[in-house]
């Protein structure tokens, strides 16, 4: 739902500022990890009772983090990438991805032991453990809003190159054209 919505956003927006519109889709994508993130492990009340919150604040969550392939990478692909080599751009932008990702989990474990203080040794099977879970969700926080951030940055310079790359795609597509 939520990339079929940032999908519609964008082709909208993409109308209104054809050379951004995609660009700024994504970068608010990106940017809404960060505080749906903070309020997730840091705000919401740890409880069963906060179960309706929780489940709104994830639902919110994946209608907004999920636009950047539907909204910015397929579509300015389609722009900007040859039709011959396009299977393999977006099959290599999905293990780009995918790569990346494989590294999050271990990297939660990691900053949890190392930089928060999570002790496996000190968690109640039965009781739980107050510190052993706040160290758990710092370093998982940590490794969802750096991300995030990284992820925004990371569409900024499109403001300045995808519309020139976008022409020269167009000219190279004419010229081709124009040769058969």
């Known amino acids: 739902m939520g990339s079929l919505l940032g999908g519609l956003i964008a082709d909208r927006l993409s109308r209104?500022?054809?050379?951004?519109?995609?660009?700024?889709c994504a970068q608010f994508s990106a940017f809404m990890g960060i505080p749906f993130s903070w309020f997730l492990l840091k705000?919401?009340?740890?409880?069963?009772?906060s179960y309706y919150t929780f489940a709104v604040t994830l639902l919110l969550m994946g209608l907004t983090i999920s636009w950047?392939?539907?909204?910015?990478?397929?579509?300015?692909?389609?722009?900007?990438?040859?039709?011959?080599?396009?299977?393999?751009?977006?099959?290599?932008d999905r293990a780009f991805e995918g790569s990346f990702s494989s590294?999050?989990?271990?990297l939660v474990g990691i900053l949890s032991e190392k930089?928060?203080?999570y002790d496996a040794k000190s968690v109640d099977p039965i009781k739980g453990s107050?510190?052993?879970?706040?160290?758990?969700?710092q370093g998982l926080l940590s490794m969802m809003?750096?991300?995030?951030?990284?992820?925004?940055?990371?569409?900024?310079?499109?403001h300045l190159f995808f519309r020139k790359d976008r022409e020269n795609a167009r000219n190279a597509s004419v010229k081709e054209e124009e040769m058969s």
């Not at 809003?145 to 499109?158: I, R």
């Open 103 to 106: 590294f999050a989990a271990p």
């Open 130 to 137: 107050t510190r052993e879970a706040l160290a758990l969700s």
């Open 43 to 49: 705000v919401i009340p740890q409880s069963v009772d």
């Open 145 to 158: 809003a750096v991300p995030f951030g990284l992820c925004c940055l990371f569409y900024t310079p499109l």
């Open 68 to 92: 950047c392939a539907t909204a910015a990478n397929g579509p300015m692909f389609a722009e900007v990438v040859p039709v011959k080599h396009r299977t393999m751009i977006y099959a290599f």
């Open 115 to 117: 930089m928060f203080g």
């Open 16 to 24: 209104i500022y054809p050379h951004s519109g995609r660009i700024m």
